[in-house]
């Protein structure tokens, strides 16, 4: 039976079904969180009140005080629930930086309850040996990292860009979607589980099985791992769905995971963004967000040849960059990235998209942005039908380099829409447009000499 959706401004999707997982949920289950304060609390209270699981991947965890009593809550409540488990998901190379960090806190707070609370570290396969140590630290970082964030709680699970950490608790905006779905959070749960398997474990980083296995052996393993993850939950859903309509089922919104492992040849993120630009038809409309602007020659090709709709590009400005300020050669982060907006404009001056193509920067004074992700307004729309959400950022790294999880959320509910287009425009209160700044502000030299040779890598 062919499933699809019953909307005609979603039909140009309808092959999302047999490309990824979906899982139909009534959008009074989702929550839209838009400041990073609202995330903290949300955090805490659902750490708190967890029963019988919370699992979280973050690129690591920091140590200050809000994360401190994050930990506080959550090993109080797991030492007074018997049968609740924690498991935390960081990125090795960012998660052991510094002798006071994501592991020694952990190990600290869960020391008690260490028979229940486990710490899993992903090491890129590229780092195995002595690579990871013949790198300055923070500089190892750039090779591959951890990158998904996740934070699941019984059956909730929150989708977002945002690392576990001060600056995102407080003053550095992102994304942030709750969903409450079993069968969702159980997709995510295992996702994660998969990767922990592959992963250094926190009693034991300095020997872990893994590192002595070949590094061709591991990406295989994991790729296969991954592939079949994913192709077991896309069945299952699919059988679901067909089971009980044909246009999909009696919920209004359906949520499709979508997974991003560049180093195992893992693109599925990639393909569905790819997918849905191209798939948009004339007249509909794409808000797309990221905080570190490099998109790859791939989906600047897909912007400005294959997609019909109207864009909106909005991005951190120089000032809004978390690098701003950065000692060292960290420092000039925000100018590479400014010097390729600037490229990227300039191509859409060449193919003569400026009518159709917009480019903004976000600046708030004393506030970072790391949002990303899009929004699709189909044709006469004053609101969004669909989104996407999550850790990528559409650039270099994200597609390449680091293990990412999204999430493309479609939806009938017209409560819904107005509480995405909401997020969007708050987004946007801060924004404004940038084509002229950008051609006027100028990079310092050596940004513009070595940004070629380290695109990649951003």
């Known amino acids: 039976m062919s499933i699809r959706f ?103 707070y869960m020391k008690n309850v260490s028979d229940r609370c486990h710490l899993a570290l992903f090491q890129t396969p590229r780092l195995y040996g002595s ?17 998904m964030k996740l934070y699941i709680a019984d059956d909730s699970v929150i989708i977002s860009g945002a690392n576990c950490s001060h600056d995102y608790f407080q003053r550095r905006q992102d994304r942030y979607i709750e969903i409450k779905d079993m069968e969702l959070a159980n997709f995510y749960h295992e996702l994660i589980d998969e990767v922990v ?71 599925q993120d990639e393909k569905a963004t790819c997918g849905i630009l191209s798939s948009s038809p004339k007249g509909s409309y794409f808000r797309l967000a990221t905080g570190y602007f490099n998109l790859t020659n791939t989906y600047a090709d897909v912007l400005l040849r294959d997609c019909k709709a109207h864009i909106s590009l909005l991005m951190a400005h120089p000032n809004a960059n978390g690098f701003m300020g950065a000692a060292g050669p960290a420092g000039g982060i925000p100018h590479a990235y400014s010097l390729i907006a600037r490229q990227f404009w300039q191509k859409v001056v060449d193919n003569n998209q400026r009518s159709r193509v917009k480019m903004m920067e976000y600046e708030r004074s004393g506030w970072t942005f790391h949002a990303k992700g899009l929004w699709y307004y189909p044709p006469g729309s004053d609101v969004p039908w669909m989104t996407v959400v999550g850790s990528a950022n559409l650039g270099e790294r994200s597609v390449r380099r680091d293990l990412e999880a999204q999430a493309a959320i479609f939806t009938v509910s017209s409560d819904l829409q107005e509480r995405l287009h909401n997020e969007c425009s708050s987004l946007h209160e801060n924004a404004s447009e940038c084509s002229q700044d950008l051609q006027e502000r100028r990079a310092p030299l050596w940004v513009r000499a070595t940004v070629g040779l380290f695109r990649t890598y951003f």
């Open 197 to 267: 398997k592959y992963s250094r474990h926190g009693n034991s980083l300095d020997s872990d099985k893994n590192t002595s296995v070949s590094k061709n052996k591991i990406i295989q393993e994991v790729r296969r791992s991954i592939e079949n993850h994913i192709e077991k939950w896309r069945l299952k859903q699919y059988e679901k769905l067909s089971s009980l309509s044909n246009d999909a089922s009696d919920k209004d919104t359906w949520i499709f995971p979508l997974i991003q492992m560049g180093e195992f040849n893992i693109t």
């Open 131 to 147: 690579w990871s140590k013949a790198l300055p630290s923070r500089y190892n970082e750039i090779v591959g990292l951890q990158h």
């Open 6 to 108: 019953k909307a005609t401004e979603l039909q140009c999707f309808n092959w999302m079904f047999k490309f990824a997982p979906c899982f139909p949920v009534s959008a009074s289950n989702i929550n839209i969180i838009t400041e990073p304060v609202k995330f903290y609390d949300t955090l805490c209270n659902r750490f708190q009140n967890a029963r019988h699981r919370i699992s979280m991947a973050s690129l690591y965890i920091g140590t200050g005080h809000l994360e401190k009593r994050l930990l506080e809550v959550t090993a109080q409540n797991v030492k007074n629930v018997k049968d609740l488990n924690f498991k935390v998901l960081l990125d090795y190379q960012r998660g052991t930086r510094g002798e006071v960090n994501s592991c020694t806190l952990f190990n600290n």
